[in-house]
């Protein structure tokens, strides 16, 4: 009986299988945004689970760009991670600073994916204590239709942090080393 396939052309396809099946199981719904400035940055780069899709916002990076890039990244994605330098009223990406009245002015909703269950965690201490940092974050909301997450209860970022401020109700409230 003659064989179609020869054994190297089966271990061949069955390696392209494997591979194709590893490829798409390990894309998960976790997108992680690290501004070069965000203080360890390389350690944080090191110490996120090898499955989540990671970009490094440069020097050139604006806000809007880098979460349509997260998006245009990850398909799948639900989850944007946001590790930037932020103060009580400001977050810092790319060498720029966004107040709520900038990320009002640069945000445009029809931009972004409408209807879709995405949640950016910005992982910042000072944002959700501040009057200022909730209207950034509120802003950030409505220029792009997603929920905003934050943290008011952490004193520095070492330290167990939990999502206790959002928008809009969280299902998770986990960081994403938990």
Known sequence: MKTIFNQRTLMSLLLFL???????????????????DFPNSGGLI??????????????SATLPETLKQA??????????????????????????????????NQLEPSEFRTGSDVTVFVYSCVLAKTPEGRFLLENIASGTGF???SSSSCDEMGEEMTFDFSVRPLSNTKTIFD
Do not use: C, W
């Not at 090191?46 to 020097?59: D, Q, R, Y």
């Not at 998006?71 to 989850?79: G, T």
């Not at 400001?90 to 720029?96: N, V």
């Open 18 to 36: 494997f591979l194709s099946l590893g490829v798409s199981m390990a894309q998960t719904d976790h997108t992680v945004i690290v501004d070069s």
């Open 46 to 59: 090191a110490s996120l689970p090898a499955s989540v899709t990671l970009i490094e916002a440069k020097t």
């Open 71 to 104: 998006l245009a990244k990850n398909s799948s994605v639900k989850n944007i991670h946001l590790f930037v330098p932020s103060t009580n009223a400001s977050i810092r990406i790319g060498g720029r600073s966004y107040s709520a009245e900038a990320v009002g």
């Open 147 to 149: 929920n905003v997450a």
